[in-house]
Nanobody, 124 residues
Framework: QVQIVESGGGLVQPGGSLRLSCVVS????????IGWFRQAPGKTRDGVSC????????TYINSVKGRFTISRDNPKNTVYLQMNNLKPEDTAKYYC?????????????????WGRGTQVTVSA
């Protein structure tokens, strides 16, 4: 059974850090590109970052470049999202999903397997 479980969210002050984890089971992480997405209340679910299955190349949206880092540990079947210098506008529920690969690159187009998400709240 394919399953994705996110964890690591919480309440943090502006400027703080969190590390999110995405543990996958039922499939080998080696074969998939993985992306992180977020959804704020009343807004659409949007892509944040992805990491490719082939050469670990990464993609970030402009608003998180230089602050967020995505990485993967295939033997642990885990993808991480290190988030530094968090801002109130980063507040959202964060989701992990497998994404469509474009050659050796990943994309922020989900393939369809989602986790239930983990809440990140950035507030003073």
């Amino acid at each position: 059974q394919v399953q994705i479980v996110e964890s690591g969210g919480g309440l943090v002050q502006p400027g703080g850090s969190l590390r999110l984890s995405c543990v996958v089971s039922g499939f080998s992480l080696d074969d998939y590109s993985i992306g992180w997405f977020r959804q704020a209340p009343g807004k659409t679910r949007d892509g944040v970052s992805c990491i490719s299955r082939t050469d670990n190349s990464t993609t970030y949206i402009n608003s998180v470049k230089g602050r967020f880092t995505i990485s993967r540990d295939n033997p642990k079947n885990t993808v991480y999202l290190q988030m530094n210098n968090l801002k109130p506008e980063d507040t959202a529920k964060y989701y992990c999903a497998d994404v469509i690969s474009l050659g050796s690159l990943c994309s922020l187009n989900p393939s369809g397997v989602w986790g239930r998400g983990t809440q990140v709240t950035v507030s003073a």
